[in-house]
């Protein structure tokens, strides 16, 4: 069975635009990268668990926020080249990106140096319009805010 990922696709309407909070990836490889790289807060969870269990726990631990009320709306999963399934809800409310802590993991660094540093999952967070999200976003990751915008902004 491929690997299945699960999150949140969190959205608000300070104004007349929509905006939806994505996470920075942590670590060496992307620092300087901004484009094509942000995401929504997910992480794998194995095939005996709930789905959206999984992705408000992965909200919690790439964020340091809960986001546990809300009508939890259903994206269509996408699927990534590498047969990786991602499985979103879609759910408005608010979280201070200022205040992102995420939890850490060991990576070795340089690459088959043999050193290990700790990385943070995500690095910060960011609340985007539309058309900066789908810039941001990992290329497979824009059909869910499109997704969205058609559930909430139709026609």
């Known amino acids: 069975m491929p690997k299945q990922s699960a999150g949140i696709v969190l959205y608000r309407k300070p104004s007349a635009l929509l905006e939806v909070f994505l996470v920075h990836p942590g670590g060496p490889y992307y620092v300087k990268k901004d484009l094509g790289v942000w995401s929504i807060p997910k992480g794998e969870f194995q095939s005996d668990e709930d789905p959206l269990k999984a ?19 259903p994206l269509q999963s996408i699927k990534y080249k590498n047969g990786k399934l991602i499985h979103a809800w879609a759910v408005e409310g608010n979280v201070d990106a200022e205040k992102v802590v995420s939890n850490t993991f060991k990576m070795e660094y340089p690459y088959k140096s043999g050193k290990w540093i700790d990385v943070q999952e995500v690095d910060r967070g960011g609340w985007f319009d539309l058309a900066t999200a789908k810039a941001k976003l990992i290329p497979a990751q824009v059909a869910l805010v499109e997704e969205l915008a058609s559930i909430l902004q139709p026609g």
């Not at 992705?55 to 709306?73: D, I, N, S």
């Open 55 to 73: 992705a408000k726990r992965e909200f919690k631990e790439e964020t340091g926020q809960h986001v546990a009320e809300g009508e939890f709306m």
